[in-house]
């Protein structure tokens, strides 16, 4: 529930009462709206998240000030300046990135009183289809590689069988420099002669990614790369 403070029984400032949902690499809008609606062109509006110091977004004496705006998000904020008249305080945040996910306070400051609103914003990033690697050892034991990247947060990951029999694996999991986990999962191969499949689930974005190899004693037959499969 978005947290208010009243500068009077009659002004009060709200941001969402949801979760705002935002993709990496995307454009999102952090709202924040004034009630009654009332300019606030000529108030200072800030912008602060709690999981990073300093400023999102500081406007005040009718101009964007970014001196004491965290470099994280510099060239990365507006405030929709066609909108303060109607006091709408909303922020864009551009091309989200894996830091930016937490709660964020905008602030109204207006001479000796002031109003705030929270708004939560919680970041996701479905990675890439899954591709199968087969590797054969010195001992003619066959391993399957399942390598995905780009996933936020870290994906569930499981193995089957053609008829839905889960097969023991390993995995592994290392994240980039944006913060995105690239996956690998390994499953050694008891019959040559058999359909695998591996699925990559996404609980964020109710969503599955899955590919599967079909082998035969002597080769690899196909493999087929299933992608955006809802839950």
């Known amino acids: 529930m978005p947290f208010m403070i009243s500068l009077s029984e009659s002004f009060t400032l709200k941001g969402s009462d949801s ?3 935002a993709t990496v690499g995307t454009d999102v809008i952090l709202p924040c709206q004034l009630s009654p609606r009332t300019n606030a062109k ?7 998240s709690s999981e990073t110091p300093g400023l999102t977004h500081h406007y005040v004496n009718g101009h964007d000030a970014p001196q004491k705006q965290n470099p994280h998000y510099r060239g990365r ?10 006091g709408n305080v909303s922020l864009l945040l551009k091309k989200v990135q894996v830091a930016d996910g937490g709660s964020y306070v905008c602030f109204i400051v207006n001479k000796l ?15 890439t289809g899954p591709t199968i690697s087969v590797h054969r050892s010195q001992d003619q034991a066959v391993t ?3 390598s995905s990247e780009g996933w936020y947060p870290e994906p569930a990951i499981l193995w089957a069988d053609r008829h839905g029999q889960r097969q023991n694996s390993t995995m592994s999991s290392v994240k980039d420099v944006q ?5 690998q999962s390994h499953v050694a191969v008891k019959d040559e002669s058999q359909v695998l499949v591996c699925q990559l689930q996404s609980n964020f974005w109710d969503q599955t990614r899955q590919s599967e190899l079909q082998l035969s004693s002597k080769a690899i037959l196909f ?5 955006d499969l809802t839950g």
Do not use: D, S
């Open 19 to 21: 979760p705002v949902i």
């Open 42 to 48: 000529e108030m200072e509006v800030r912008w602060h």
């Open 77 to 86: 904020t507006e405030l929709f300046k066609e909108e303060l008249p109607n």
């Open 113 to 127: 009183n002031y109003l705030e609103g929270l708004v939560e914003l919680k970041v996701g990033a479905v990675g």
């Open 144 to 146: 399957l590689t399942c």
């Open 179 to 183: 913060g995105l986990h690239n996956i």
């Open 223 to 227: 493999q087929r790369v299933c992608l």
